[in-house]
């Protein structure tokens, strides 16, 4: 195991740490494709078993006995320690979670194949909060929808914040981003996907009448909030469903909806 003691910050390998924004390491030049941060052993744990390699690891030294038996099938990955001041110098904030690895990006899988076996999907069409994204990874997860598809303008479910809010759940969940709504909405119908809009609609079906009868193979269209689906999105749908409500309240954070329709829909 390649145990290096941090003694200064200018060594090369902590170039991934040093403040970098999540764009920037997904932008660096090696390698192709570029990174992300995965944060707590627990999550560099679910990093490993889904088959992501570690390029290096940063940590306070208290947390080796839990990060080295991890790296065992990597033992020339260099494993940085250092004070919990020269961390946060380096990285910007206090590494409270006990670790840091900074992980290749796998390639992403098609979208025929992420569906091919699959009975129920969650789209999220053009999700910016990373907080919403990663809950509701943590609601896919949780409750037995089978993969996630997102859509161009989607935030990055690798994005530090969406792996940390999903409990490292995005790299267990497959997941790939789909094409434009022209291209997306025949590939779906002809994989015999029923798409289901959650959403506000005179028209709409309340929840639990559709999840009665609910077809076979289904994918759920979960929106951003505030401006909701596209027009694309509902056009692209089969069926509009909403999630009734009392008191006057309209509708719920796009997380928690996520959560009720899996609920009500898990098969």
Known sequence: MQIVHIENLDL????DYSRLTDVALRRVSE???GLYIAESSKVITRALAAGHRPRSVLLQEQWLPDVIPLLAEWPDVPVYVGAASVLERLTGYNLHRGALAAMHRPALAPVHEIIRDARRIVILEDIVDHTNVGAIFRSVAGLGADAVLITPRCADPLYRRSVRV?????LQVPWTRLPEW???APLLHEAGF???ALALS???VSLDRFAGSAPERLALILGAE?????????A???TVVTIPMLHGVDSLNVASASAVALYALRV
Do not use: F, I, K, N
């Open 12 to 15: 090369p390998g902590l170039a």
């Open 31 to 33: 390698p192709a494709g």
């Open 166 to 170: 999903s409990m490292g759940t995005v």
């Open 182 to 184: 022209s291209e997306a």
């Open 194 to 196: 029923h798409l289901a």
């Open 202 to 204: 005179d028209t709409a």
């Open 226 to 234: 505030g401006d909701g689906l596209s027009t694309q999105a509902l």
């Open 236 to 238: 692209a749908a089969d």
